[in-house]
């Protein structure tokens, strides 16, 4: 994770275009590049296997629809579509609705087929998918029967069966849920109002934040923790988040430890960053370095993933 100087005061969130951010700390220190970005030269019209001729048989897969828990507003769709099974997770990330019972290459092929049906259905619509659409709309209406293990699976997928900016759609969205999740506002600039109104974490209590986040992560699926490197900073860094704040309110913080070594490590060496000041980086600290090779030596063969970043 390339941070400089860790700290509940200066770790960062990145809003994509057309989206607010929150001003006080997040534990957001990485970000993708946003929808409007990505331009007619790094997006395609023609994501993964989907034939943009709109010709393509739509194929059903097996998997439900949560009901809604008030956080689908904040990932509008199209008429006709749902986020719900998206939404979920912002309160109950371990909720299921698309791959319970599915091993990780059966979600990935899952998911395909999800994706390319709505993609069909927009197309045969007479308004294909378009990548930059108005509060990423289309986002959510295509990932919009994915629950956080399936975008998981789609975000570390490395057959390719995915496309580059699905990847990319995908990790933006977990983004997304974690934020909200943290009462740290992402979505609609229309809607910042109406979240600020419902009961939820201050994003200025760094100690209610990082507690937030770390008991929210720690409910996210064994595949995500075990494969995610995402998953592993982030983990580390909402606990420290947490206890930073503990820590300049006087308050004995409560154990959150995560169950997990290479956490334990990368928390570590967060702290030791803090310690040493400027003129020192979080790469060449040896806790760092052992936080990284202690995550990759657990992460199961069959689904290993990419420990590269997006910044």
């Known amino acids: 994770m390339n941070i400089e100087g860790v700290s509940y005061s200066n770790i960062r969130t990145f809003g994509r275009a057309g989206s607010v951010k929150e001003t006080g700390p997040t534990i957001h220190a990485y970000a993708i590049q946003s929808y409007q970005e ?7 019209d023609a994501l ?40 979920i997770a912002v309160t109950d990330p371990s909720a299921e609705p698309f791959s319970s019972g599915k091993t990780k290459s059966e979600i990935v092929g899952a998911a395909r087929k999800a994706i390319d ?8 619509s007479g308004a ?3 990548p930059k659409s108005n509060e990423a709309v289309d986002w959510y209406s295509v990932f919009g029967d994915l ?16 496309s580059k900016e699905e990847k990319e759609i995908a990790q933006s969205i977990m983004i997304q849920q974690q934020s909200l999740a943290m009462g740290l506002y992402h979505g609609p600039t229309r809607l910042a109002g109406a979240y600020a109104a419902k009961d939820g974490v201050d994003p200025s209590d ?16 064994l595949e995500e923790k075990t494969t995610s490197s995402e998953w592993m900073e982030q983990r580390a860094a909402a606990q420290y988040l947490y206890e930073n ?5 006087g308050i004995k ?47 199961p063969a069959e689904q290993s993933t990419s420990t590269t970043l997006f910044f």
């Open 38 to 44: 990505l331009g007619p030269a790094g997006a395609s």
């Open 48 to 87: 993964g296997t989907y034939d943009p001729t709109g010709k393509i048989a739509q194929t059903a897969t097996s998997f439900t629809v949560s009901p809604p828990n008030g956080y689908d507003i904040y990932m509008p769709v199209r008429p006709g579509f749902a986020s719900n099974n998206l939404a």
């Open 117 to 124: 049906a709505r993609h069909a259905a927009m197309a045969e």
């Open 128 to 130: 294909p998918f378009r």
């Open 147 to 162: 629950d956080r293990r399936a975008l998981n699976a789609v975000r570390t997928d490395e057959t390719g069966i995915f």
């Open 206 to 221: 760094h100690m209610a934040v990082g507690k937030a986040g770390a008991l929210w992560l720690d409910q996210v699926s």
């Open 245 to 249: 704040g503990a820590e300049q309110t």
């Open 253 to 299: 913080p409560e154990d959150l430890s995560s169950g997990f070594k290479f956490v334990d490590m990368l928390l570590q060496a967060y702290r030791e960053l803090e310690q040493l000041g400027e003129g020192h980086e979080l790469n060449y600290l040896p806790a760092y370095q052992k936080a990284w090779q202690m995550f990759v030596d657990q992460v």
